[in-house]
């Protein structure tokens, strides 16, 4: 019994890359300014070169070429150093903003105090809560807002 067998042109039809969107150009974010916007970022939580090769598991010479913007990214390599700064992937890569830094890069050792608040109890976060909200009531001068 022979069977008839239907042919289809799946290769004639071929999506070619041509074909495919492409961002608009005043979109594409240079690798220098990637570069800079991930050493503002490292920066502003004090990490060195170094400390955020070893928490990404790369050379440090690799996070230096990425900053010095001779080194490009893949996307998994920047979704893994959003984690790593614990920013969105926009903050790297700029939201279409150009040399800003985003508002969630904290200075100074704000980021490790939050860090070690976060891992206390509920019940001595809330403690130290109020005493915080009680400082900048007082000393802000209405520039925050108590959030009990």
Known sequence: M?????IHE???QRIREEDLPRPPKEEVVSKKQ???RLRAL?????????ELAEILGTKHTNVSGVER?????????IVKLARALDVSPDAILGNGSKGTLP???????????????QSLPRSKQRVLFEIVDAFLDKHAHGAGTSHH
Do not use: D, N
Not at 69 to 77: D, P
């Open 10 to 12: 799946p290769y004639s």
């Open 34 to 36: 990637i570069g800079e």
């Open 42 to 50: 490292r920066q502003a939580r004090e990490l060195t070169q170094a």
């Open 103 to 117: 508002k969630q890069a904290l200075s100074g050792r704000a980021p490790r105090r939050l860090e070690r608040i």
């Open 69 to 77: 913007g001779v080194r490009g990214l893949t996307v998994q390599q």
């Open 2 to 6: 022979s069977r008839s067998f239907q």
